[in-house]
């Protein structure tokens, strides 16, 4: 793929596409960033845009659910290549208001799906979520049953669909469903468990933990490894719609997580449960088959939590 057309990253200032952009230009990718900066932080891109080629990134500070707009900037660019990132992750805010998220998850990436199909785009991520997938326990794979129980689940689906529908439309299209499943690593953006967990140690080091819930099991993905998959699948997809979890293959509880951030903090840390911070509705386990990822890629990302964790310590030290 040598083609000179810049990639455009979209949500780039945010948690997983800060970390897309780093691995992008480590590839000599040009990038167009495009972030509204209402969750990324534009320094999260700062120290990529300063390590670059001249050039070879910039940042655009853009609303995709302005379709006028986003058609514009797809025109002016005509990207080779586009990994849309923005949305509404943080599941608490959108089932606090849902038209938020269907208008930046669905019409937003209709937006960009209409514009890239506009420009002649080629290839294009979307990133889905495990939470697309009915509640069971095991590992999930990509074809196990279908049923989002909350709006940002729902919102994640019908953008799938959405890819689908282009890819019928422009049976050229490389296009590649991401299912992410729980990221972690630095320069988060949400008030997801661990960077709340790290944000009461470091105001209160000697206090108990208010924490909810510790017992569901979830995936946990070291960011910068997901961020590798993301650019790699975009790079080896094939025409059509390929969907794919991106994910470990493996669960751990909340407890083991705060067991491992107590080892490695070298004393244990105690948590009382907070009632206020348990949710009503809670998927008891999140678990991704990644067979499919490993046939693609010929790898997966690092299950080792403590590893990933102690990475995470020493880029955001307690």
């Known amino acids: 793929m040598s ?3 810049p990639w455009f990253v979209t949500g780039a200032a945010g948690f997983l596409g800060s970390h897309v952009i780093d691995e992008c230009l480590r590839r000599g990718r040009n990038i167009v960033a495009i972030d509204n900066l209402s969750w990324g932080k534009a320094e999260h891109l700062a120290a990529a845009q300063q390590a670059a080629q001249p050039g070879a990134m910039q940042l655009v500070v853009a609303d995709i659910r302005d379709a006028e707009g986003t058609a514009k900037l797809f025109a002016r660019y005509r990207p080779q290549a586009v990994i849309h990132l923005a949305a509404l992750h943080y599941i608490p805010a959108a089932i606090a208001d849902p038209p938020l998220a269907v208008g930046i998850n669905v019409q937003g990436t209709e937006s960009v799906l209409s514009a890239a199909a506009a420009a002649g785009v080629e290839r294009l991520y979307f990133a889905s979520t495990g939470d697309v997938y009915a509640p069971q326990e095991g590992a ?17 689906l019908m953008g799938e669909q959405l890819v689908a529908l282009a890819a019928r439309n422009r049976p050229e299209l490389c296009a590649v469903v991401g299912r992410l499943f729980n990221l972690y690593g630095p320069r ?3 008030p997801h468990l661990l960077p709340e967990i790290l944000k009461q140690i470091r105001q209160r080091p000697d206090a108990p933990l208010q924490l ?3 017992w569901p099991r979830r995936d946990m993905v070291p960011v910068m490894e997901a961020a590798r998959a993301v650019v790699e699948l975009v790079e080896r997809a094939t025409p059509g719609v390929t969907t794919v979890n991106v994910a470990t293959g493996q669960a751990r509880t909340m407890q083991q997580v705060v067991d491992l951030l107590g080892e490695l903090r070298g004393r244990p840390l105690v948590v009382e449960t907070d009632p206020g911070r348990i949710r009503a509705v809670e998927r008891p386990h999140l678990q991704a088959d990644v067979a499919k990822l490993r046939s693609i890629l010929g790898w997966t990302p690092s299950a080792d939590l403590k590893q990933g964790l102690a990475a995470l310590l020493k880029a955001e030290p307690l």
């Open 212 to 214: 909810g819930s510790l």
């Open 3 to 5: 083609d000179n057309r």
């Open 140 to 156: 999930l794979r990509e074809d196990s049953p279908i049923a989002p129980f909350n709006i940002y689940g729902l919102t994640k």
């Open 188 to 190: 988060e953006t949400n």
